[in-house]
């Protein structure tokens, strides 16, 4: 039986397949300790053979400074990289502003004579004298984890691979720009090595930890989540934790693409509001977008990765008033500890689940199902006060956080979107998360979609994501090659490095207990026109093949393309993917009419309205019905606003028409 579970900053939810029958529930997170609500979800369920995971674990202790305290080890003369960084900034007419503290302390980057040149030749070597001479030193500091990052390793790994088995040999955990990333721009490289420097201590001990649950409850394999959007044995993301960074939020648009292939739809907006943040993407012809250039808290991490953009935008988000007076919502949140006011846990700050329950969207004696009763009067309390400060109505309190929170995410919707060249109108929102059908028709009628797809378990959507995720591995090595018309040395230069990869892979996969014959091998390669400073990455078959695609991709990406400039292939990239069985939801019953449960009183921007309340079990498939409407589920609550309608498909996606026209 296997089971799939994700964790957030409120909810740890849990997606199980029992005799062919999805099963779906939440239990609150568990901060201090993740696996205790993993364990307290598993006493919930029949024993699971497979166990698919997702978790926000090494994102946080990026965020609050919780990670192994670090050391870096670098080129003589290149120790201060890490500290000049790129000359971007943030906020550039901010006076006051500040670079991120890096994770690792100036007076704990250490330097060796040892160079590589530009053309990956061993110019000089390290001694075992300096060798043992930067081991005491790490040792004086009481340093847990070791960075190395030497100039151009990427093109000659030799130097960094001599220093490393030194200091592994001294108990030091090390990690090696080589094998993290061996690709160009030291600054990219360094400071993503230091990332899974930073996390390898803390995710192993992790990883240890459920390791050890799970074996309590015969879990034979074990899956974690990679923010590359496939998953891998929990044994192999030890050695290389930076890829768990965004495991959470991947696992979301994983399970929009596998709804595309199921119901045929090819471009989403996807949006995952959840307790604490909202994630938003895009699918493209039922693609995935991705990214290699990503960042954390404003610390730059280049590996693939799904290209999520995060809010501070969930439930939980605290209403407060800034130095104006003016009303703001986030990036603070009360979490699943205290919580909002509603849940009775001790929260003392305004929420915006708080005034989605005062709206009447949800159901204070149905939240997750009836498990969770939550205090409408405590909230309805502590939301009058907050509003006598502002000087504003009650109602236009409660309707005001939610228009605000909906706000912060249109500024991330357009991103994904818009600023892409994305014409939204050929788009539907797929909006999941415990929030996210709540708000999702507000948003896409704000940026012009006109239709929203609730999915089936939109409230723990992510979870299934990982459920149904394929095992995939990635990999990389920057070579650059100047192309020239018929040209056949560079195609057998990229073929070598694939066949390197495809041994690399091979070996791999073998420790996994996975045939290589079951994978599938998908190279692509990063190209620019010679002289740009960034790239864009296409599929591979040849290098004039590559070639075609590069001027077509840079014609649909900037509106131009230069056909007679010369071409420059910077890096080859490998993925490879093994396919994991998918469960297919089950088939929703066809019936004539739907019958509400109960009508209550819903504030919407039009006023109270008297709402008819369905229970989203209950609704047939291929029903259309006229808003306004709330729809309650186990996991989420959808609200269906007036001038709308919707409709549920076979699978039990309920389709919501957001078009005002």
Same mark, same amino acid.
């Given at each position: ?13 849990f ?51 919780? @990670? ?6 670098t ?29 690792v ?35 004086a ?41 061996p ?40 899956? $974690? ?32 693409r596998?709804?595309?292939?199921? /119901?045929?739809?090819k471009?989403?907006?996807?949006v ?13 012809n ?9 960042s ?5 991490i280049?590996?693939?990765? $799904? ?16 130095? @104006? ?7 603070g ?5 205290? %919580? ?11 929420? $915006?689940?708080d ?10 004696s ?5 498990e969770?009763i ?8 502590r ?40 014409? /939204?109108r ?37 979870a ?23 040209d ?12 390197e990869?495809?041994?690399?892979a ?21 190209m ?26 840079h014609?649909?990406?900037? %509106? ?30 066809? %019936? ?41 589920a ?28």
């Amino acid at each position: 039986m296997p089971i799939s579970t994700d964790i957030g900053g409120t909810f740890t939810d849990f997606v199980v397949l029992e005799g062919g029958r999805m099963r779906t529930f939440k239990v609150p997170s568990t901060p201090d300790q993740p696996e205790r609500a993993i364990e307290i979800g598993l006493a919930r369920c029949a024993p699971a053979t497979v166990f698919s995971h997702g978790t926000t674990l090494a994102t946080n202790a990026v965020l609050e400074r919780k @990670g192994a305290k670090t050391g870096l080890l670098t080129t003589k003369g290149f120790a201060a990289i890490l500290t000049i960084g790129r000359q971007q900034r943030a906020d550039l007419y901010r006076l006051d502003a500040r670079r991120p503290p890096q994770l690792v302390a100036p007076d704990a980057c250490f330097e060796i004579s040892e160079r590589v040149s530009s053309r990956g030749e061993l110019l000089i070597a390290p001694t075992e004298l300096e060798i043992t001479a930067v081991s005491e030193q790490v040792r004086a500091w009481g340093l847990e984890s070791l960075a190395i990052c030497f100039l151009f390793s990427f093109l000659n790994p030799v130097n960094e691979r001599k220093v490393r088995d030194a200091l592994i040999e001294e108990g030091f955990s090390v990690s090696c720009s080589s094998e993290v990333l061996p690709e160009f721009r030291e600054y990219e490289r360094m400071s993503t090595t230091v990332m899974d420097a930073y996390l390898k201590r803390i995710v192993a001990r992790y990883l240890a930890r459920m390791e050890q649950l799970l074996r309590q409850n015969g879990v034979k394999q074990f899956y $974690v989540m990679q923010s590359n959007g496939g998953v891998v044995k929990a044994a192999v993301m030890k050695h290389k934790p930076v890829n768990m960074l965004l495991s959470g939020p991947a696992g979301g648009v994983a399970a929009a693409r596998y709804l595309c292939t199921l /119901t045929g739809l090819k471009n989403l907006i996807t949006v995952d509001m959840g307790g604490t943040s909202a994630d938003v993407s895009a699918i493209v012809n039922g693609s995935v977008s991705w990214t290699s250039d990503g960042s954390i808290n404003g610390l730059p991490i280049k590996l693939p990765m $799904v290209d999520v953009v995060t809010v501070g935008a969930g439930g939980g988000s605290i209403a407060w008033l800034d130095e @104006g007076g003016a009303l703001r919502v986030g990036p603070g949140s009360a979490g699943a500890v205290p %919580g909002p006011v509603c849940y009775d846990l001790g929260g003392a700050d305004v929420t $915006v689940t708080d005034c989605d329950l005062l709206c009447g969207y949800l159901d204070p004696s149905y939240f997750l199902g009836g498990e969770m009763i939550l205090d409408a009067e405590k909230a309805r309390r502590r939301v009058e006060r907050f509003a006598d400060e502002m000087g504003l109505a009650y109602e236009e309190t409660i309707l005001g956080v939610g228009k605000i929170v909906n706000a912060n995410m249109i500024k991330a919707l357009r991103v994904v979107s818009v600023e892409r060249g994305l014409d /939204t109108r050929e788009f539907a929102l797929c909006a999941f998360g415990g929030a996210g059908p709540v708000h999702a028709v507000a948003l896409a009628r704000e940026l012009g979609l006109p239709t929203v797809i609730v999915p089936v378990a939109s409230g723990v959507f992510s979870a299934y994501g990982i459920l149904v995720s394929d095992l995939q591995q990635d990999y990389s090595r920057t070579h650059p090659l100047r192309l020239h018309a018929g040209d056949t040395e560079a195609d057998a230069a990229v073929q070598a490095t694939l066949d390197e990869f495809a041994v690399a892979a091979e070996h791999e996969l073998a420790e996994q207990g996975i045939a290589f014959t079951e994978a599938t091998l998908v190279p692509s390669v990063d190209m620019r026109y010679l002289g740009q400073s960034y790239e864009l990455n296409v599929d591979f078959t040849t290098v004039a093949d590559a070639r075609a695609r590069f001027h077509q991709e840079h014609q649909k990406r900037y %509106g131009y393309a230069m056909p007679a400039e010369a071409v420059e292939l910077v890096t080859i990239r490998l993925r490879v993917l093994v396919p994991r069985a998918k469960p297919i939801p089950s088939l929703v019953p066809a %019936g004539k009419a739907a019958k509400p449960e109960v009508y209550r009183a819903v504030l919407f921007e039009e006023g109270w309205q008297r709402t008819p309340i369905f229970r989203r079990a209950a609704l047939p498939a291929h029903v259309e019905l006229e808003g306004p409407a709330i729809i309650a589920a186990t996991d989420s609550t959808t609200v269906v606003p007036p001038d709308s309608q919707f409709g549920v498909d076979g699978y039990g996606n309920i389709t919501i028409s957001a078009s005002l026209d």
